[in-house]
């Protein structure tokens, strides 16, 4: 079975550009998340979905930030313009029943110069 | 304000050696995840404990639950280098989907 999958797996750009992350859930999961991890801060959620409709943004760090799951089967997280310390690793997972665990994808490592 | 604290957050430990890692969490769920991270890859799940007294076992791997005193274990049998990782707890907060990660713990076996 295909896992969660994440594109790009490294991202590199300067400054102010806009950078667009993207991922996949698993089939029949309906509930998608991101997150933000970094050393400092941890494993932090940004944002989930649920039957693609936003639940809690309270994690998305600022109005430079914003989520969209047009669809069961994609989700992007846009960051304009980026910060360097918008640099870190975002991770996407996704879930089918709430007590099930969350599976996660394997990552986009972002560097902004 | 939502905590999950674990303890150690650094732990060396020699092959062979039997420890355990603790999870702390401010909320009263009764669900509590564990995953595991290799350096520079995914999370990984290893374990979901659903309600009290919940034990469950796998390898070298043992977590539980207690939801009264808030908090669950990570006990770790006989370590072998292959469990060297960062071993991180979620707490779900009041019982929907939203988690609340530990801050990790980073276990290192030493032969």
């Known amino acids: 079975d295909a896992g969660v999958i994440q594109s790009p797996r490294h991202e590199v750009t300067e400054m102010g550009q806009e950078v667009t992350l993207r991922c996949k859930p698993i089939s029949g999961h309906n509930s998608l998340f991101w997150y933000r991890q970094t050393m400092m801060r941890g494993l932090e959620l940004l944002i989930y979905f649920n039957n693609n409709v936003p639940i809690d943004d309270s994690g998305m760090p600022e109005d430079r930030f914003s989520a969209k799951m047009p669809n069961a089967s994609f989700s992007t997280l846009k960051i304009q313009p980026s910060e360097p310390r918008d640099s870190a690793v975002y991770f996407c997972a996704s879930s089918g029943q709430m007590n099930q665990p969350q599976h996660f994808g394997d990552g986009t490592r972002l560097s902004i110069l | 304000e939502l905590k999950v604290e674990q303890n150690p957050l650094f732990l060396s430990m020699q092959e062979g050696k039997n420890y355990t890692i603790y999870c702390n969490y401010s909320t009263t769920s009764d669900r509590l995840y564990w995953y595991r991270q290799d350096p520079g890859k995914s999370l990984e799940s290893l374990f979901v404990l659903l309600s009290n007294g919940a034990v469950k076992q796998e390898g070298r791997l043992m977590a539980s639950l207690d939801t009264k005193a808030r908090l669950s274990t990570l006990h770790i049998t006989a370590a072998v280098h292959d469990l060297s990782a960062t071993y991180f707890c979620?707490?779900?907060?009041?019982?929907?989907?939203?988690?609340?990660f530990g801050t990790g713990t980073r276990l290192t076996i030493i032969p």
């Open positions: 979620a707490d779900s907060n009041f019982g929907n989907e939203k988690l609340t």
